[in-house]
Structures are given as structure tokens and as C-alpha cells.
């Protein structure tokens, strides 16, 4: 049974979510945990038939084998059912907050950034064309409206927009949205709004008026976020946080920001809170209100980057007229400097502000040759060059003064008009099409001093110096890019250069004395140094690919053209490193954006098409970074899958993928997306996703952990093997032979995976036994194995019915590697030609008897061994008098032939 639920005082964003994944998981129930907002619980009231939702009370957790979380993630917040996280049940998220610190890990996690949880799942909805109610619509039209604040806030996305009109066209009603969220305050609500209004303390940081307010939880019941909303409102204030004091000395904050600027949700993540950039809240478990308040001044301080004063927006170059000029000529002057006013001066001060509207008035009067003495405002409002951005527009919008001269020491310094501060408030109005400068960017100098060793970062100024003595640039790309965003240390220096790579390769090798191997096709070059270091480095290029999921031609071109042909935005970013710019990150297409939301994002719609081995890239990043892959760039990935484009690529670059998805730290966890977005099949249809192969999996993880802890360990094991013989655990030998073949796997890959499929089961058979097989038995079967195949039998223990049995397998090839595995015997050839015995094949046929019944504690010293060996050798002198046929039977004595096949043999050179 699937259970959907939300957080505790659900709002009807939460609702609606809510009832939107009904429909999408038809047999499942709805929990609504703890309480809910005053209007969620009046609503609920009157349609408990028509949205079918239970309470904690009601609501029981046995039988529930899957939860699906809506508009939050985290386990705090959930109430009851934060129990089945802990039983492991698998978990599907839902949410537009941003991912944080500590949220829960799900199954299937699905994040978009828009303005409310409905949208996303409204979206799925259409798309699937499921049917709605016309009270189910409006249930979930009231989510995005009260999320966006009916459209308003900055939050808001086109898609937003676009599912108000979807569930409009399925009858969702507005009426019904109204009477809900905007409904009219009681007296108890009116009350405290005056209340925080005569509060509110005002604190100017950096420019911006940032306010807060101090409030007893005792002082209200009910809710707070309405009227918050109506505070801001009336107060016009940008930003506001609400310090809440309870009981025991804990402290709640609510934060509010309308400046897209400053993003709350940042702010307190470092009280461990989260939510919007527009909304969050945390909870403080021990302080006080004026040493809370003392550090939010500070983060703010930190965040808080631009700050934008009277100076800044000022016209210095600005025109002004004198007392004594005629009103018709000033209006002229007005008009076609396409003024609202100017400021009057004689003799060097300021003595006035004309604006048309005084002008118009003398006209219409007919004294169009008076002078402007008589019309100009004298109560002139000023600021200084350092009055911030938010007092001006306060001033303009209160006092509706059209022209504000900036005064500075007695004198006029400039004018700042209505114009000025639109532009400067709202400068989306304002913005035009243009290219992304690549000097307008972030400077990563200090982090990578800080992340990086200091011989690297000395190589890439180095790099830096030797390009621009040529009048090159060079970029640090890819990876290591990415990776210094993290703060993440990566050595892979991977290096573009708007110029000749072969050239700066040359050059680069004859300074270190390194080595330098050309590519000259392609304009790249790679140059290895002593240390074995490699530095690749390639001319800024961009591709064509002239059919869908071929190789692409190559020409050279622009660091820009270079990054575009790149697989996903996170991937599309450079640092600069030469002198004058070292550090400074380019980033065209808000890859650190996409980093910061935890997504994967294509940078074309194509993409997929043009390379469909980027689908196996998109899983490793989302499984590595733990982030998820956009909405959009999932349908691409869906339409990629459903046209096959797999079948038209080469097998051996899946086989790489495939092999760098297993390498990676948790490779479950992209298995399980594969197996969700249908990918496994392009490997073999008859792979299977299963609670067998979890198992398995999570056993090769304890396997290997304990071999790695060993003190004993001969060699380190590859794991991605190991999985890679999990993933084909079902299949039968004919198929992995025919997988071998296709993906053109390394001769020595294959035969550990065919030895796996051919002695696995005999031999896991043969040591379950509940007699046990004599040790040298066991030696025979195990030692010839890859160290691969013999650790996964330990780990395929997991799969078995019988613990007693698995037990024995265990205990038994785990004796193997601690007390017989690489065993040795004391004599040797020459101990046996001394012995008069002629040199030949029967030497390895005598040596192995002894090591055998050395291991079966037979032959305990150096003297018994010797012993037995004059021994044998005796009889074997003695059998080369009767004939070859006595000498194969002494072979049969000696050694009798073994039921399970031994494959090759550990020293073999193919190993």
C-alpha cells in the first residue's frame, strides 16, 4: 500500500500536492500530519468527501510499502510517518524547495524549480492526461495560487502560469480560490497586524532596509503568514524576518524576501532552516532574540553583495535652468530632454524643482512668458550622494517628487529622476537581449588555493603565462571546473585554449622536460611529466554531427562553441588562468546555478539525440552528486530511449559508461534510475532491477569492506567486476558470453565474468555440504578462481534460503584466503633431482600431492615433506620400469580428477 503525505501545518500548496499524487498513485491513502492552516482546516470542513484525507489517529503504517512525500523532504517534518523512513520503505519525493543538508534520501526524487509542489506534479498530470474533478482542480489551483501569492512573487515561472490555465480548462474555480485566500481579517488579526506594525524595526545592511520584529508566542494563536504577506504590503518592506520567542528559550524565525538578492533560504540554512528563496524559516533550540538577531545582521553583512546609492543612479551630466527663464521655454526644454522636472539654479545653488506639472498650470493660465520663479516648488527634497536605493524610492513614491537633486558639500552633484529608480528597482523592464559577458563572472582564485596543492595551481599559472606570452587564452574546463565550484579536489587538468594546443603543448613539454604525445587531427595534445601528471590540452572547438548518435567532425572556434558541444550545464564551465584574469570563472549557461539546485541539465534539446551515451553520464552525476535530473531534460532522455537510439551507437562506448557508472562510490543508486528510465535493456533485455540484485549489491559492499579491512589481502579487488557479475547474476553462461562479445569486453573482464557464470554455483554447492570437504578439496576449487569470483561467492551467501548453509559457505572459503590461499611447499625441483628422479612433467604432479596433504595437515615440517617426496619418488622410478601405463595410474593415485572445473590458474599471465 502507498501512503502519501506532507508536512505538519499543511497549507494548500501541501493540499493540493496532496491530492495531485493521488492521481498519480490511484492505490494509495492521504495522511495530513499534525495540524493544519486555519483556511485548510475550514476547507477540509465542507469537502471532507470529496478529498478523502486521514489523521494521525486514524492512520495505520503496517502495510505500507511505499511513501510518497509531497513539498517537503524533510523527516522532521512529517510527523508519524518519519517512522517508515527508518524502516527503509522505498520513498518518492515531490518538491520545489531547494535540496538541504540532512533532507531525506529518496527513491525518486523530483525537484523543479517553479513557485509552488502543485505545478510540478499538475504537469505530470497533464501530461498523462489523467482526468480531474472540478473539485480536485480547484483544490489545486488554490495551492499555486497561495505558493505564488496569486502569480505575484518572484518565485513565479511561466509553467506556474501555464497550470493555472490547465486547471481553469478542467474547471477549477476561481470564486472558490478567492473566498479562501483572500478572505478579511478578524478583529484578533487586526489587532496584531498593528501591533507588528508598531514593532517593526527598520535596519539599513549595505543599502538595503532589512527588518525585523520580536515577537512572544504568547501574544497569538492561528496564523502568521498571512499577515506577514499584508504587513510587507502596507509597509512596503523588502525584506523581514520575525523572531518568535517560546518557551524554554527556543526561538522560531520566519523570513521573508522580495529582493531577488537576497535569498532567505541561504540566509537560514545556516540555522538549519530552510524553504524559497523568497520564504524559509528555522528553528533555534537554545539562544536569545538579540543574539539571534546579532548574527542575522552578520550572515546578511556576508550576503548581501550589492549595494546601490544615490551616486550610483545620479545623472551628473544633467541640465538645469535659472529662476528668471520664461515657462514656455522651459517646458520645451522639458519636453525634449523628455524630463519630468529640473532643478532651478542661480548663482551655483539650488533654489527650485520646476516640473511640467507646474509648468502646464502657468500655461493654462496663459502666462506661458512669466518666469519659472513663480512656479518652481522651493521645498526641494534632497539626499547625498550616499543616501541608499530604498530611501530614495520611499521618497519618490511618499513625498511623489519627480527630480531629486543630489547635494553634496553645498553643492549639486547630480539629479536622479522617476526613470533612475525604475531602473534600478525593476531593471527587467529595462534589460535587452545580449550576450553573456565573460568578465561579468565569479573568481575562483582564492577557493582553488584553498582546494588545490600549491604545485598545481604553480602548473596552471605556468600554463597561464606560457599562452599568453603566445596571445592565447587558456581555460580550465570540465571536471576540474566543476569541481572547484564544489570545492571538491580534482587533479584531471583538462585544458582549452583559444589558440594553437599543439603549439602551447610544445612549448609547455619543452619547459617541464616532459613527454608530449599529438593528435594532430583533432588540434590536441597531451603532455606527461615526470610524475606521470598528464595535461591534456585542445583547441576551443565546436562539433557537427552530421546523423543522429555518430561521431561528430570537429572545427575549431570559440571557448564558447567549445563549452556548448558539452553534455550538461554543470560541465559547461571554465576558469581562465591567464595572469590577468586567473580564477575567473566563465560560465555561459548557469552551470553554478544548476550546481547550487542539485540539477542535471542538458544545454540543447538534441543533445541526447546527437550522443545518447550522455543518458548513462546524466545517471552517474545524479547518482554521484546526489542531485536530479531537470523535468526537462528527462523527457529528453524518455524520447532518446523510446526512439532506440542506443542501437546506433558503438557498444564499446556503452561498455565504457557502463564500466564508469559501476566505479562509481554508491553504483545501486544509479542501477536503480537505469533500471527506471528503461536503460538496462539497451545491455541485455533480460536484466532485471530486483530486490535479488539489492541484496546482492549490498552484500558485495560488506564483502569487499571486510577484504579490504584483512590484514591479510593479496591485492585490491575491482568492485565495478563485481557488480558488473551481480547485474548478470540472472542471466544464463550462453548470454554473458554473448554480452562479452558484443561490448568487446578486456580479455581478462571477460574470463573473470565467464568463471564467475561457470563455477559460482558448483562450487557454492559443493561448500555448503554439511559435511565438509577436506581442506585441500576446498583449495582445489578456490584457489584457481579470480579473487573477484571468490569474494562474490561470500556475497551470493545473501541470496540463500538455508542461513545454515550460507553460513558454511562463508566460514569455508573465508578459511581459504586466511589460512590456504597462496600456500607453499618447502621442497622444490632440485630437492626432487637430487633425489635421482629425471626432470619432467610428473615434478608438478609430485609437488602438488605434497602441498595437498601439507594442506590437509598431513605434512606438518620441511623433513616430513622431503620424506614423502624420496617417497614418491621411489615409486615413481619404480612405475618408469613397468611402462607408461603404471605411470598414469601412479598420476590417478596421486592426484584423482576434480568435479568442479578449475579454469586458469592465479599465476596465469592473462591475469
Keep these: 500500500m502507498d501512503l502519501i503525505t506532507t508536512h505538519?501545518?499543511?497549507?494548500?500548496?501541501?493540499?493540493?500536492?496532496?491530492?495531485?499524487?493521488?492521481?498519480?498513485?490511484?492505490?494509495?491513502?492521504?495522511?495530513?500530519?499534525?495540524?493544519?492552516?486555519?483556511?485548510?482546516?475550514?476547507?477540509?470542513?465542507?469537502?471532507?468527501?470529496?478529498?478523502?484525507?486521514?489523521?494521525?489517529?486514524?492512520?495505520?503504517?503496517?502495510?505500507?510499502t511505499r511513501l510518497i512525500l509531497v513539498d517537503t523532504r524533510q523527516?522532521?517534518?512529517?510527523?508519524?510517518?518519519?517512522?517508515?523512513?527508518?524502516?527503509?520503505?522505498?520513498?518518492?519525493?515531490?518538491?520545489?524547495?531547494?535540496?538541504?543538508?540532512?533532507?531525506?534520501?529518496?527513491?525518486?526524487?523530483?525537484?523543479?524549480?517553479?513557485?509552488?509542489?502543485?505545478?510540478?506534479?499538475?504537469?505530470?498530470?497533464?501530461?498523462?492526461?489523467?482526468?480531474?474533478?472540478?473539485?480536485?482542480?480547484?483544490v489545486m489551483l488554490q495551492g499555486i495560487y497561495e505558493e505564488t501569492g496569486s502569480l505575484t512573487y518572484r518565485s513565479t515561472t511561466k509553467l506556474d502560469v501555464d497550470m493555472v490555465s490547465f486547471l481553469l480548462s478542467r474547471g477549477a474555480s476561481l470564486a472558490v480560490v478567492s473566498s479562501y485566500l483572500n478572505r478579511e481579517l478578524s478583529e484578533g488579526e487586526l489587532s496584531l497586524l498593528t501591533r507588528l506594525i508598531a514593532s517593526t524595526k527598520h535596519i539599513a545592511i549595505k543599502g538595503v532596509s532589512v527588518s525585523f520584529i520580536e515577537l512572544d508566542s504568547t501574544a497569538y494563536t492561528g496564523e502568521l503568514g498571512i499577515l506577514l504577506h499584508k504587513l510587507m504590503e502596507i509597509e512596503n518592506i523588502p525584506v523581514l524576518f520575525m523572531l518568535i520567542k517560546k518557551p524554554g528559550g527556543k526561538i522560531d524565525i520566519i523570513a521573508r524576501s522580495s529582493m531577488a538578492s537576497?535569498?532567505?533560504?541561504?540566509?537560514?540554512?545556516?540555522?538549519?532552516?530552510?524553504?524559497?528563496?523568497?520564504?524559509?524559516?528555522?528553528?533555534?533550540?537554545?539562544?536569545?532574540?538579540?543574539?539571534?538577531?546579532?548574527?542575522?545582521?552578520?550572515?546578511?553583512?556576508?550576503?548581501?553583495?550589492?549595494?546601490?546609492?544615490?551616486?550610483?543612479?545620479?545623472?551628473?551630466?544633467?541640465?538645469?535652468?535659472?529662476?528668471?527663464?520664461?515657462?514656455?521655454?522651459?517646458?520645451?526644454?522639458?519636453?525634449?530632454?523628455?524630463?519630468?522636472?529640473?532643478?532651478?539654479?542661480?548663482?551655483?545653488?539650488?533654489?527650485?524643482?520646476?516640473?511640467?506639472?507646474?509648468?502646464?498650470?502657468?500655461?493654462?493660465?496663459?502666462?506661458?512668458?512669466?518666469?519659472?520663479?513663480?512656479?518652481?516648488?522651493?521645498?526641494?527634497?534632497?539626499?547625498?550622494?550616499?543616501?541608499p536605493l530604498y530611501a530614495i524610492h520611499k521618497i519618490i513614491s511618499k513625498k511623489d517628487a519627480g527630480v531629486i537633486p543630489v547635494v553634496e558639500d553645498g553643492k549639486i552633484a547630480g539629479v536622479i529622476s522617476r526613470t533612475d529608480v525604475l531602473r534600478s528597482v525593476h531593471d527587467s523592464l529595462f534589460l535587452k537581449p545580449r550576450k553573456v559577458r565573460k568578465d561579468v563572472m565569479l573568481n575562483l582564485a582564492k577557493k582553488m588555493k584553498s582546494v588545490l596543492p600549491g604545485d598545481i595551481i604553480a602548473l596552471m599559472r605556468k600554463i597561464g603565462h606560457i599562452a599568453n606570452s603566445m596571445g592565447y587564452t587558456a581555460f580550465v574546463v570540465g571536471g576540474l571546473a566543476r569541481d572547484l565550484v564544489l570545492g571538491v579536489k580534482n587533479l584531471d587538468l583538462d585544458i582549452v585554449t583559444e589558440g594553437d594546443a599543439i603549439k602551447l603543448g610544445h612549448l609547455l613539454a619543452a619547459d617541464l622536460k616532459a613527454a608530449i604525445v599529438v593528435h594532430k587531427k583533432f588540434g590536441t595534445c597531451s603532455v606527461v611529466m615526470k610524475n606521470k601528471l598528464k595535461i591534456d590540452i585542445a583547441t576551443a572547438r565546436k562539433e557537427k554531427y552530421i546523423s543522429p548518435a555518430a561521431l561528430p567532425t570537429v572545427e575549431f572556434s570559440s571557448l564558447k562553441d567549445d563549452l556548448v558541444r558539452r553534455d550538461f550545464t554543470i560541465n559547461a564551465m571554465a576558469i581562465s588562468i591567464n595572469a590577468s584574469s586567473f580564477g575567473r570563472l566563465i560560465d555561459f549557461f548557469n552551470g553554478r546555478r544548476d550546481l547550487a539546485h542539485g540539477r542535471i541539465k542538458v544545454l540543447h534539446d538534441d543533445s541526447f539525440i546527437d550522443d545518447p551515451t550522455?543518458?548513462?553520464?546524466?545517471?552517474?552525476?545524479?547518482?554521484?552528486?546526489?542531485?536530479?535530473?531537470?523535468?526537462?531534460?528527462?523527457?529528453?532522455?524518455?524520447?532518446?530511449?523510446?526512439?532506440?537510439?542506443?542501437?546506433?551507437?558503438?557498444?564499446?562506448?556503452?561498455?565504457?559508461?557502463?564500466?564508469?557508472?559501476?566505479?562509481?562510490?554508491?553504483?545501486?543508486?544509479?542501477?536503480?534510475?537505469?533500471?527506471?528510465?528503461?536503460?538496462?535493456?539497451?545491455?541485455?533485455?533480460?536484466?532485471?532491477?530486483?530486490?535479488?540484485?539489492?541484496?546482492?549489491?549490498?552484500?558485495?559492499?560488506?564483502?569487499?569492506?571486510?577484504?579490504?579491512?584483512?590484514?591479510?589481502?593479496?591485492?585490491?579487488?575491482?568492485?565495478?567486476?563485481?557488480?558488473?557479475?551481480?547485474?548478470?547474476?540472472?542471466?544464463?553462461?550462453?548470454?554473458?558470453?554473448?554480452?562479452?562479445?558484443?561490448?568487446?569486453?578486456?580479455?581478462?573482464?571477460?574470463?573473470?565474468?565467464?568463471?564467475?557464470?561457470?563455477?559460482?554455483?558448483?562450487?557454492?554447492?559443493?561448500?555448503?555440504?554439511?559435511?565438509?570437504?577436506?581442506?585441500?578439496?576446498?583449495?582445489?576449487?578456490?584457489?584457481p578462481l579470480p579473487f573477484e569470483v571468490t569474494l562474490l561467492i561470500i556475497a551470493r551467501t545473501a541470496l540463500m534460503d538455508s542461513p545454515r548453509c550460507a553460513a558454511?559457505?562463508?566460514?569455508?572459503?573465508?578459511?581459504?584466503?586466511?589460512?590456504?590461499?597462496?600456500?607453499?611447499?618447502?621442497?622444490?625441483?632440485?630437492?626432487?633431482?637430487?633425489?635421482?628422479?629425471?626432470?619432467?612433467?610428473?615434478?608438478?604432479?609430485?609437488?602438488?600431492?605434497?602441498?595437498?596433504?601439507?594442506?590437509?595437515?598431513?605434512?606438518?615440517?620441511?623433513?616430513?615433506?622431503?620424506?614423502?617426496?624420496?617417497?614418491?619418488?621411489?615409486?615413481?622410478r619404480l612405475s618408469s620400469l613397468r611402462g607408461p601405463k603404471a605411470r598414469s595410474n601412479l598420476k590417478t593415485r596421486l592426484i584423482p580428477p576434480l568435479s568442479v572445473n578449475r579454469g586458469r590458474g592465479r599465476n596465469d599471465k592473462e591475469r
Design 75 to 138: 523527516k522532521s517534518r512529517i510527523g508519524i510517518a518519519s517512522e517508515l523512513v527508518d524502516k527503509g520503505v522505498e520513498i518518492h519525493v515531490y518538491d520545489h524547495h531547494p535540496r538541504m543538508k540532512g533532507d531525506i534520501i529518496a527513491d525518486q526524487d523530483i525537484y523543479e524549480e517553479v513557485g509552488a509542489t502543485v505545478t510540478i506534479l499538475a504537469d505530470i498530470i497533464r501530461k498523462k492526461k489523467a482526468s480531474l474533478s472540478h473539485v480536485e482542480a480547484t
Design 808 to 876: 558454511r559457505v562463508r566460514s569455508r572459503t573465508k578459511e581459504f584466503l586466511e589460512a590456504y590461499n597462496g600456500a607453499r611447499v618447502h621442497v622444490h625441483g632440485d630437492d626432487l633431482k637430487s633425489m635421482g628422479l629425471k626432470p619432467g612433467p610428473y615434478y608438478a604432479v609430485i609437488l602438488k600431492d605434497i602441498l595437498y596433504n601439507k594442506i590437509d595437515g598431513k605434512l606438518r615440517t620441511k623433513k616430513e615433506e622431503m620424506e614423502y617426496a624420496r617417497a614418491l619418488a621411489r615409486r615413481e
Design 262 to 387: 537576497i535569498d532567505v533560504n541561504r540566509v537560514l540554512s545556516r540555522f538549519g532552516g530552510g524553504g524559497h528563496p523568497g520564504a524559509a524559516s528555522a528553528k533555534v533550540e537554545e539562544g536569545d532574540a538579540v543574539t539571534v538577531k546579532k548574527r542575522l545582521i552578520g550572515i546578511l553583512k556576508e550576503t548581501i553583495k550589492s549595494t546601490i546609492y544615490a551616486a550610483d543612479i545620479m545623472t551628473r551630466d544633467f541640465r538645469s535652468v535659472s529662476a528668471d527663464d520664461t515657462v514656455k521655454k522651459v517646458k520645451k526644454v522639458l519636453l525634449a530632454e523628455k524630463l519630468g522636472g529640473m532643478a532651478v539654479i542661480d548663482r551655483g545653488r539650488l533654489t527650485g524643482i520646476i516640473t511640467l506639472v507646474g509648468l502646464n498650470k502657468a500655461l493654462k493660465r496663459g502666462y506661458g512668458h512669466s518666469r519659472i520663479k513663480g512656479y518652481m516648488s522651493r521645498d526641494v527634497i534632497t539626499v547625498s550622494p550616499k543616501t
Design 614 to 783: 550522455r543518458i548513462f553520464r546524466a545517471v552517474r552525476f545524479e547518482s554521484r552528486f546526489g542531485f536530479v535530473i531537470d523535468h526537462h531534460t528527462g523527457e529528453l532522455i524518455r524520447n532518446a530511449i523510446d526512439k532506440s537510439m542506443f542501437d546506433r551507437v558503438e557498444p564499446q562506448r556503452i561498455r565504457d559508461e557502463l564500466v564508469l557508472i559501476l566505479q562509481e562510490k554508491e553504483p545501486l543508486r544509479a542501477l536503480r534510475r537505469m533500471a527506471e528510465l528503461e536503460e538496462l535493456r539497451f545491455i541485455h533485455p533480460a536484466i532485471r532491477f530486483d530486490s535479488d540484485l539489492v541484496r546482492l549489491c549490498g552484500a558485495i559492499d560488506e564483502t569487499c569492506a571486510w577484504y579490504n579491512r584483512w590484514p591479510h589481502r593479496k591485492r585490491a579487488v575491482e568492485r565495478w567486476l563485481m557488480y558488473l557479475m551481480a547485474l548478470f547474476d540472472s542471466l544464463t553462461y550462453a548470454q554473458v558470453s554473448a554480452i562479452s562479445n558484443r561490448f568487446v569486453f578486456r580479455g581478462s573482464d571477460r574470463i573473470r565474468l565467464l568463471s564467475y557464470k561457470k563455477h559460482a554455483i558448483a562450487v557454492t554447492k559443493a561448500l555448503s555440504a554439511e559435511k565438509a570437504p577436506k581442506p585441500s578439496r576446498i583449495y582445489r576449487m578456490l584457489e
Design 8 to 64: 505538519i501545518n499543511a497549507d494548500f500548496d501541501a493540499l493540493g500536492s496532496l491530492v495531485a499524487a493521488k492521481k498519480l498513485y490511484p492505490n494509495s491513502r492521504l495522511l495530513l500530519p499534525g495540524s493544519q492552516e486555519d483556511a485548510v482546516r475550514e476547507f477540509l470542513s465542507l469537502a471532507r468527501e470529496e478529498v478523502a484525507v486521514e489523521t494521525e489517529k486514524e492512520c495505520r503504517l503496517d502495510d505500507i
